[in-house]
């Protein structure tokens, strides 16, 4: 557990280390004010954020440290003109913890590779574990065991929170249903990995283009933009044709069981990946869902640092 990279790379029991502890820290924030002081946290952004940098910002100060915010757009680093290794080489020098919020994978990963000291991946084009983390830890608030329960993920498959939402639930017996139109499924590589982490946790995974079939009798319903930062406004026009049929309306949302939860890791936008009755409605939880990235980045920090 030195570095935060994917939760495919973590094992069940540490998962529920973390959300056992984000239990405790979001129960009693008073007991841990000072458990960091003296430490700080470099905070890399090369993509936009809102809930990132304010939960970790909020965070490192809560725990008794001090966060620094660094924009790569106007740094050495961001312009190519020092590599990640040499960077993160002095970084690991002067930091006690590094969190980065990236567009290639095989940044972090590099980062990860050359640091002394924690690296958390706060995403990448193919990894979201902190904010998959915090899911888990509001799902587990509003429905108790996490093991047997069903999400189904409607929407874009081929994205970072749908792939570390397969890893997550996999490793912990959740069964996952994705519902994606063709061209936009999960990677391959994710999925057969998933469907070895299900075998082993007794849970089951399913992927398909038919929303009902993905939501039917489902606990959770989860989806997210279809407008990513990366993409260009010239497709957007015809991603809104493509993912249409899979919005979270109150149709289809009413297929899923009585006391489904709705959840989106934000941000959204109403009269596109779900309905305003939907994500205003009563089985949204997506406010309790983003105040959780807060506590669950906090344990993640704590576990890391060895000091809880």
Not at 104 to 114: F, N, R, S, T, V
Not at 153 to 172: A, E, Q, R
Not at 281 to 289: A, K, T, Y
Request: glycine share 6%; aromatic share 6%; hydrophobic share 40%.
């Amino acid at each position: 557990m030195k570095h935060l990279i994917s939760l495919k790379d973590w094992s069940p029991e540490a998962i529920l280390e973390v959300l056992d502890l984000a239990v405790k820290v979001k129960a009693a924030p008073g007991q841990y004010a000072d458990v960091l002081k003296q430490k700080t946290l470099l905070m890399i952004f090369e993509k936009p954020s809102l809930r990132t940098r304010i939960s970790f910002e909020a965070g490192m100060t809560q725990l008794g440290g001090h966060a620094i915010y660094y924009d790569m757009s106007t740094s050495p680093m961001g312009g190519g003109k020092e590599t990640i290794e040499d960077s993160i080489k002095v970084i690991s020098r002067m930091c006690d913890m590094v969190m980065a919020r990236l567009f290639k994978h095989e940044d972090i990963l590099e980062m990860a590779k050359h640091a002394t000291v924690p690296v958390i991946n706060a995403l990448t084009n193919n990894s979201h574990p902190c904010q998959i983390l915090a899911d888990l830890l509001t799902i587990q608030e509003k429905k108790g065991d996490l093991k047997g329960l069903t999400l189904a993920y409607l929407g874009d498959g081929y994205n970072n929170v749908t792939h570390s939402l397969m890893y997550g639930c996999t490793k912990l017996g959740m069964n996952i249903r994705v519902g994606s139109p063709e061209g936009y499924m999960p990677a391959v590589e994710v999925t057969e990995q998933c469907a070895e982490f299900a075998k082993e946790s007794c849970s089951s995974m399913l992927i398909t283009d038919d929303p009902a079939e993905a939501v039917k009798g489902a606990d959770v319903v989860y989806t997210d933009s279809w407008m990513s930062y990366h993409i260009p406004k010239d497709e957007e026009a015809a991603r809104i044709e493509v993912f249409t049929p899979y919005q979270v309306n109150e149709a289809l949302m009413a297929q899923a069981a009585a006391d489904a939860i709705f959840m989106n890791c934000l941000p959204a936008l109403r009269g596109a990946e779900q309905s305003a009755g939907v994500i205003d409605g009563p089985q949204s939880v997506v406010f309790d869902e983003a105040e959780n990235r807060l506590h669950a980045q906090k344990a993640v920090m704590l576990k890391l640092f060895g000091v809880a």
